[in-house]
Nanobody, 123 residues
Framework: VQLQASGGGLVQAGGSLRLSCVAS????????MGWFRQAPGKEREFGAAISWGSRHTFYADPVKGRFTISRDNAKNTVYLQMNSLKPEDTAVYYCAATTGGRELRHGASYDYWGQGTLVTVSS
């Protein structure tokens, strides 16, 4: 499967953005989807994940309550709605796909990655 992320940009602290990730060349509903991010000079970290049927969602503590992951299998798309953004949310955001059954907070559990979209939050 190929993944194409979009929706990043520059936003002021307290603002919102919605990221999208469109999948192609595969059966999207076969995959659990995740969002990760990597800030300058820092390691990649887990943000959120959603099971194939949207029944289960998982969030990292720093984004819990502010970010919402969702998916539309008919559109082969996973979303990350980001509200109440903070300067520390500034990072390149990546979507990723996994067949599941593994620890979803670990990047190594994912088989496919998108190219990343930059989110910059100004103070």
């Amino acid at each position: 499967v190929q993944l194409q992320a979009s929706g990043g940009g520059l936003v002021q602290a307290g603002g919102s953005l919605r990221l999208s990730c469109v999948a192609s060349r595969g059966t999207f509903s076969d995959y659990t989807m995740g969002w990760f991010r990597q800030a300058p000079g820092k390691e990649r970290e887990f943000g959120a994940a959603i099971s194939w049927g949207s029944r289960h969602t998982f969030y990292a503590d720093p984004v819990k309550g502010r970010f919402t992951i969702s998916r539309d299998n008919a559109k082969n798309t996973v979303y990350l709605q980001m509200n109440s953004l903070k300067p520390e949310d500034t990072a390149v955001y990546y979507c990723a796909a996994t067949t599941g059954g593994r620890e979803l907070r670990h990047g190594a559990s994912y088989d496919y990655w998108g190219q990343g979209t930059l989110v910059t939050v100004s103070s």
